[in-house]
């Protein structure tokens, strides 16, 4: 289904030398660190909201669509998806629905959205995601899909939020870590790391987002002092104003702890505080 968006993928666009010339790079560092001819799974994710997941996932994905190569972007960010968007495209139902166990693969994935790219995307869902995670589901997901690309790559929520991103890692080949320039606390990027190094996570490398041409971030808008509040919006936005229900599992519970000691940390050192 057509959707009228704001979004866009910029790497088919000739007018945007620039970004295009930075995804190249991306695309070219990423290929000499683990070629492989058949489904590599790489993970893209960041410590905070905004910071340019879904953007970077996108248009890394159509970068190696462009060459001829099968590729597939899979949403994972089911609190808030977003990849749909950015090829204008409606979901009905996706990602949410096989783990739930009610569809497979082959029902949702958006076929040739681009020349040689498929989206499986994903609907917002109002229950306990990271729980849709942990199980065995989403390891069989990739594990069917990987024959039949040549790159799988997942857009996922930001680390400070959920632990998603952490736990996907596992079954994938490599991370990229998008950090947006000037808007991420040095105590956020070490917490996200931690998560991703106790995930056992192979990180590929860091892509700095939103960096003018003079080396400034572009607007700095979205630069926060408030994180906690700044974080719990994440969820507010979509569940209209009602919390999420409390974690369960005990991995879950952990990285609740985890957050909760990091909070603390932030609303005792951090106000204020510019990175
Ligand atoms: N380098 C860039 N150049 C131009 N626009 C960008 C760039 N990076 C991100 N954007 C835009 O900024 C907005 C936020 O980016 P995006 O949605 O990719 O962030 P995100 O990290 O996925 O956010 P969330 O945590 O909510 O999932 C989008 O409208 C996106 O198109
Ligand atoms: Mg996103």
Do not use: W
Request: glycine share 6%.
């Amino acid at each position: 289904m057509e959707l009228k968006s704001k979004r866009r993928v910029f790497f088919k666009e000739k007018a945007n030398h620039e970004i295009s010339e930075s995804l190249r790079v991306i695309r070219t560092n990423l290929h000499f660190l683990d070629e492989k001819e058949r489904g590599r799974t790489i993970l893209v994710t960041s410590s905070t909201p905004r910071e340019g997941k879904s953007f970077i996932a996108a248009n890394y994905a159509m970068s190696i669509a462009i060459t001829g190569k099968k590729v597939l972007l899979i949403d994972c960010d089911i609190r808030r998806p977003r990849a749909h968007e950015s090829f204008g495209k409606k979901v009905e139902k996706g990602l949410e629905s096989i783990l739930l166990g009610e569809k497979n693969s082959r029902d949702v994935i958006l076929k040739e959205v681009e020349k040689n790219l498929d989206v499986l995307p994903t609907k917002y869902i109002k229950s306990n995601v990271t729980e849709l995670f942990l199980g065995d589901r989403m390891k069989r997901v990739i594990e069917e899909l990987r024959d039949e690309y040549n790159t799988i790559v997942l857009d996922t929520p930001p680390l400070v939020v959920a632990s998603d991103g952490a736990i996907l890692s596992k079954y994938c080949d490599g991370v990229v870590f998008v950090v947006s320039y000037d808007q991420v606390s040095k105590s956020e990027l070490e917490f996200s790391k931690k998560m991703l190094d106790n995930a056992g996570a192979n990180l590929y490398g860091f892509v700095v987002n939103r960096v003018e041409k003079n080396g400034f971030s572009y607007g700095n808008y979205c630069y926060y002092n408030n994180n906690y509040t700044y974080y719990k919006d994440y969820y507010l936005d979509e569940e209209r104003g009602q919390s999420r229900s409390k974690p369960k599992s005990k991995m879950e519970k952990y990285m609740e702890k985890l957050k909760k000691a990091y909070r603390r940390e932030l609303s005792g050192n951090q106000k204020g505080k510019k990175y």
